[in-house]
């Protein structure tokens, strides 16, 4: 008979965080029963600790996330494209950093994930203080409201708070933690929680080969909605298959990056880094690079391994995306404390002398890769059949400037808007009359035309493309991340235009391309009304066009075949 052991099946090593102080207040420590030490909380505290959270992760970033667009930059393999997204979202993440304007329009679901020690009083419950920092955060600072409340298994409202949050608490009896109550926090946007993926596979993929052959496909299929370049986490294995979702999710978030590095017979849970550079280097050979050709599909990866039961095999796959937002905290005896994020992305930016700097900046000399020499200057204030005309003189990849009026819509707009087609109504002029784009804003600061507003997924909208198009709308789509074959066809038969915007820089197109906002219709939906914008100097790529071309359709195609044998 085996012996009994026991390890933690995610053995985290040593904390080597940043932490900043910021509070001493609601914390104190008292003696209990057999001179036991005992840290006690106050209400107050947690709610300090998850308003400051959420107000650091909308507006901040790890500087290591910041080191990695960097990077992209003075990389002579990285594409064109690669190095003009990566250079808006560094422009993205200075302008988040005035603490205005949070770096993407979706603020996210507010996660909370919290372990707190044996020794840790509080008044509780706990998940009610900290919903109410993050109402606090939400209501106060310039977010979106992005949640709904379920009325009927139909029907669902806005709750006008952001709230609920999803807080889960854990005991850790783990000895020497007994006064700690530490905490990871997590805005997840609608993008990238979309792209949590679970399958059920069978030991037949147990082998590098058929690993690999597995990622080439299920890793395309992620696309670009999730704002590339991604830090990508992939978890092989689980005791059930939430946990292997779970553990992926916080792959994601460098949780676990400081598991160990090799199994044992315990069962734990371990990183296969050697796996992760292979990955990485499978992603950098898709061609789908930071979201509109290149190398940097992804920053890096993260692959753990866990144990499984024999009949069962989860394999888990989630991002995290260019609003990388998360981070640790925690409350000790000695105060309050949050990781120290980057409050000085300036430093990571190259000089005006920088060749990516030229690239982004000049408009004689594109960065499209197509062979042409220069970004299409696109006036919308034309008519329609006009912007039509400009638009097919050129291939896709194209790289646009968009200049003047754009109709808002997104998910609940289209559906209101097809029941008025389905009943016999006519398309609205609006709709035929300006290109369409897929987003929904945050909040607008005292002072500015627009809160951040940056694009959402398009392909949630690609259901309604063919009908809206055949009645004269949507004929100029605009948006973030690949789309469905369906789509293709439909701008094929009738002569339509799906264009590509960055998607992350969500502040600055609010702070330099968004001049105009107003409602025209819904305003009862809040950010998903029907709004009309004014935009200058706009950034997009065509990535369909009327010809029956979609940019990323070979990138979709699988194309691993395998590891060479070596001869011995």
């Known amino acids: 008979m085996t012996d009994f052991q026991y390890e933690d099946l995610l053995p985290i090593g040593a904390d080597e965080t940043p932490y900043r102080l910021i509070a001493t207040e609601g914390v104190s ?179 590098e080969n058929a690993m690999l052959k597995f990622l080439d496909e299920k890793l395309r299929s992620l696309g670009t909605a999730a704002c590339p370049p991604y830090h990508l986490s992939i978890v092989i294995g689980g005791t059930s298959a939430e946990f292997a979702l779970k553990t992926a999710k916080y792959g994601s978030a460098k949780y676990l990056d400081t598991l160990p590095t090799e199994g044992a017979m315990t069962g734990r849970g371990f990183r296969d880094v050697e796996l992760e550079e292979k990955v990485l280097e499978l992603t950098r050979n898709f061609g789908i690079g930071a979201q509109f050709g290149g190398k940097y599909f992804c920053h890096d990866v993260r692959v753990v391994r866990l144990p499984r039961h024999g009949a069962s095999l989860p394999v888990a796959i989630a991002v995290s995306c260019s609003a990388d937002r998360q981070m640790l905290a925690k409350i000790t005896p000695e105060g309050v404390f949050v990781e120290q994020l980057e409050t000085d992305p300036a430093r990571f930016m190259p000089d005006a002398a920088h060749p990516a700097v030229a690239a982004h900046d000049d408009e004689t000399d594109g960065v499209t890769g197509t062979g042409g020499s220069s970004v299409v200057k696109i006036d919308l204030n034309q008519p329609m059949d006009r912007i039509l005309a400009e638009l097919t003189r050129h291939p896709v990849k194209a790289r646009l400037s968009l200049t003047g009026p754009l109709v808002v819509a997104r998910d609940i707009a289209h559906a209101k808007i097809k029941e008025r087609l389905d009943a016999g109504e006519e398309m609205p002029q609006y709709l035929k009359d300006h290109p369409v784009y897929y987003a929904g804003p945050a909040k607008t600061p005292e002072g500015l035309a627009s809160g951040s507003f940056g694009p959402t997924t398009a392909g949630r909208m690609d259901s309604y493309v063919d009908q809206f198009q055949a009645a004269g709308g949507s004929l100029v789509m605009l948006a973030k991340g690949n789309r469905s074959r369906q789509v293709t066809e439909a701008c094929n038969a009738h002569g339509g235009f799906y264009l590509g915007s960055i998607g992350g820089p969500a502040a600055r197109l609010a702070q330099d391309c968004i001049k105009k906002v107003e409602v025209l219709e819904y305003e009862e939906l809040g950010m998903e009304a029907v709004w009309r914008i004014e935009v200058e100097d706009f950034p997009a790529f065509i990535v369909v066009d009327d010809k029956g071309n979609d940019f990323f359709a070979e990138t979709m195609k699988p194309t691993f075949t395998g590891i060479p044998v070596r001869a011995k």
Not at 33 to 54: C, F, S
Not at 100 to 119: S, Y
Not at 132 to 156: F, H, K, M, V
Request: hydrophobic share 35%; glycine share 8%; aromatic share 8%.
């Open 29 to 207: 420590t008292v003696e209990g029963p057999g001179g036991r030490r005992y840290l006690e909380i106050a209400p107050e505290a947690l709610q300090l600790l998850a308003r400051t959270a959420l107000h650091d992760i909308s507006h901040y970033l790890r500087p290591a996330h910041l080191q990695q667009l960097r990077n992209i930059l003075d990389d002579e393999e990285a594409s064109p494209n690669d190095k003009f997204v990566a250079l808006d979202l560094l422009k993205n993440a200075n302008i988040a950093a005035g603490g205005v304007l949070p770096m993407c329009q979706d603020t996210g679901t507010a996660i909370v994930m919290g372990k707190r020690g044996q020794n840790v009083i509080t008044a509780g419950p706990d998940e009610k203080d900290l919903s109410r920092g993050i109402y606090d955060a939400y209501t106060q600072l310039n977010l979106r409201y992005s949640q709904l409340a379920p009325l009927t298994t139909w029907e669902e409202k806005q709750t006008g708070t952001n709230l609920p949050a999803q807080v889960e608490i854990y005991a850790d009896t783990a000895p020497g933690h007994e006064e700690q109550y530490k905490f990871l926090f997590m805005a997840k946007g609608g993008g990238s929680a979309n792209k949590s993926f679970l399958y059920q596979e069978t030991k037949a993929i147990l082998n």
